[in-house]
Nanobody, 122 residues
């Protein structure tokens, strides 16, 4: 079992910055990537960023250039630095551990955190 604990959400004015953190703990033999997703009220969960174990990052156009994901492999921790925040960034942000294998013989699966609220006021 893998547990993810997120922190760093809150209320910020448009144009401001926030930094989210997520620490994964538990049985982790290997992990393909760590990522962030978000879900606004009435909308589907959407991809925000991910980072592989060798540092390759991916972002959708909606956050590219404003958000930066990083990772501390030794601590199984990922960070999401968010700048130039917009009201449309308001959502619950979820951390994900993607493609986790607890042992070499167990199939990979994804794990999710409980989410942290980010609210951007105009």
């Amino acid at each position: 079992q893998v547990h993810l604990v997120e922190s760093g959400g809150g209320l910020v004015q448009a144009g401001g910055s926030l930094r989210l953190s997520c620490a994964a703990s538990g049985s982790i033999f290997s992990m393909n990537a760590m990522g962030w997703f978000r879900q606004a009220p009435g909308k589907q969960r959407e991809f925000v960023a991910d980072i592989t174990s060798n540092g390759i990052t991916n972002y959708p156009n909606s956050v590219k250039g404003r958000f930066t994901i990083s990772r501390d492999n030794a601590r199984n921790t990922t960070y999401l630095q968010m700048k130039s925040l917009k009201p449309e960034d308001t959502a619950v942000y979820y951390c994900a551990a993607l493609g986790v294998r607890a042992t070499p013989l167990i199939d990979r699966r994804d794990y999710w955190g409980q989410g942290t609220q980010v609210t951007v006021s105009s």
